[in-house]
């Protein structure tokens, strides 16, 4: 009866003093940041941009550079399009346990919010435009890592005309 009150005793002492709960806890954040880390290097590869619902794709090449801090992620790249143009995107992301947030930016420039979680290798965003753009402000932005040397980004945003997920941009890169 005794050794079951001093156990009582220490359990909960060490989980005052954060000597258990810190554990559980923490391994998520260990868990997202060697995810985060190993999207870290330089890509590059090409996919299919629209950039209105009703109009085609255009094909793009690009080159992104990613980097890992601990629960971050700061990715910067260029892609090129119809030869001739190019523009920069940028993405800051940081995890707190499962929930990850961030600011995006697109080529059209605007800060863009992002909010979400990490399924399996992919991580699913909301964007939350900084204007409006295919008639409203939200997409979705997914990161998935595919492989050791390989990562797709992709966006998907409903066209409000038929009220039907369309995907808007994706990429496809390779560890360079």
């Known amino acids: 009866m005794m050794r079951r009150k001093i156990f009582r005793f220490v359990l909960a002492g060490l989980v005052l003093v954060g000597g258990i709960l810190p554990l559980e806890t923490s391994a998520a954040p260990a868990d997202e940041a060697a995810f985060l880390n190993s999207l870290e290097g330089r890509w590059t590869g090409g996919g ?9 794709p255009i094909n793009v090449s690009c080159n992104f550079s990613s980097d890992a ?8 790249g260029t892609c090129r399009g119809l030869l001739v143009v190019s523009r920069s995107i940028s993405a800051d992301l940081r995890s707190d346990g499962a929930r990850y947030t961030g600011i995006y930016v697109g080529p ?56 039907k997920r369309v ?3 994706e ?3 390779r560890r360079s």
Not at 48 to 56: A, F, M, N, P
């Open 171 to 173: 990429l496809n890169l």
């Open 69 to 76: 801090t601990g629960t971050a992620l700061a990715m910067r």
């Open 108 to 163: 059209r420039g605007g800060r863009s919010a992002l909010s979400g979680s990490r399924r399996g290798n992919a991580i699913n965003l909301t964007v939350t435009w900084a204007r409006e753009v295919n008639g409203d402000r939200k997409a979705t932005l997914i990161v998935q890592k595919r492989g050791e040397n390989g990562m797709r980004l992709s966006t998907v945003d409903v066209d409000p005309a038929t009220g």
């Open 167 to 169: 995907v808007t941009s």
């Open 48 to 56: 299919t941009v629209l950039l209105r619902i009703d109009r085609g």
